[in-house]
């Protein structure tokens, strides 16, 4: 069975960080690019990914949004990919979600085939 599950989601000031956990289960994790992406509050989630990361040797594509700001790994060993997100502000207020596809990585979420269930970043003082 397909698993993908989040964590590490929560409630932080401005300028704050959080560290986002996907876990993966029920395929052959290191052969799929991992993307991630996010829902904000009374919208659509978002088309397009915010971070992603390549399934094998790790490249890594940014949003402009969050460029330089997020920070995408994984660890193959834990079958885990991992957002660091710093100087977090009010529009990353969001459900974050991971996602799955075999191969290359792709900008658009459509062409991701497992999704987990999302994990709530709210950013507020």
């Known amino acids: 069975q397909v698993q993908l599950v989040e964590s590490g989601g929560g409630l932080v000031q401005p300028g704050g960080s959080l560290r986002l956990s996907c876990s993966a289960s029920g395929f052959a994790f290191s052969s799929y690019a991992i993307g991630w992406f996010r829902q904000p509050p009374g919208k659509e989630r978002e088309r397009e990914g915010i971070?992603?990361?390549?399934?094998?040797?790790?490249?890594?594509h940014y949003k402009d949004s969050v460029k330089g700001r997020f920070t995408i790994s994984r660890d193959n060993a834990k079958n885990t990919v991992y957002l660091q997100m710093d100087s977090l502000n009010s529009e990353d207020t969001a459900v974050y979600y991971c996602?799955?596809?075999?191969?290359?990585?792709?900008?658009?979420?459509?062409?991701?085939?497992?999704w987990g269930q999302g994990t709530q970043v709210t950013v507020s003082s």
């Open positions: 971070a992603l990361i390549s399934s094998s040797i790790g490249n890594t």
């Open positions: 996602a799955a596809r075999r191969g290359a990585w792709s900008y658009w979420g459509e062409d991701y085939a497992y």
